[in-house]
Nanobody, 117 residues
Framework: VQLQASGGGLVQPGGSLKLSCAAS????????MGWYRQAPGKQRELVAA???????NYADPVKGRFTISRDNAKNTVYLQMNSLKPEDTAVYYC????????????WGQGTQVTVSS
């Protein structure tokens, strides 16, 4: 199983970016999917998560600015990020809990998001 993330980049404060992460390989079903981020010198933290049924939860710093969604047919999760702030700068990682014989957590390779003028 592989998770391929894309969509990071450099954006000015107040701008928007959309991240995508597609799961591929031997998959029976994809349960929860989520996005985490890790800024330099800090621990990795949850940004947002979504269940297979579409229930979502967000970290307080991104509520009202970020939206997580998924396309179950494509095994893909998205993160729409609006009103970006310099403190959103981090490497963003996607995560998926995938069932194939056993339930396993997988991580994408990380994509850099830099918010700077």
């Amino acid at each position: 199983v592989q998770l391929q993330a894309s969509g990071g980049g450099l954006v000015q404060p107040g701008g928007s970016l959309k991240l995508s992460c597609a799961a591929s390989g031997s998959i029976f079903s994809v349960n929860a999917m989520g996005w985490y981020r890790q800024a330099p010198g800090k621990q990795r933290e949850l940004v947002a998560a979504i269940t297979s049924g579409g229930s979502t939860n967000y970290a307080d710093p991104v509520k009202g600015r970020f939206t997580i969604s998924r396309d179950n047919a494509k095994n893909t999760v998205y993160l729409q990020m609006n009103s970006l702030k310099p403190e959103d700068t981090a490497v963003y990682y996607c995560n998926a809990r995938i069932l194939y014989l056993v339930l396993t957590d997988y991580w994408g390779q990380g994509t850099q998001v830099t918010v700077s003028s």
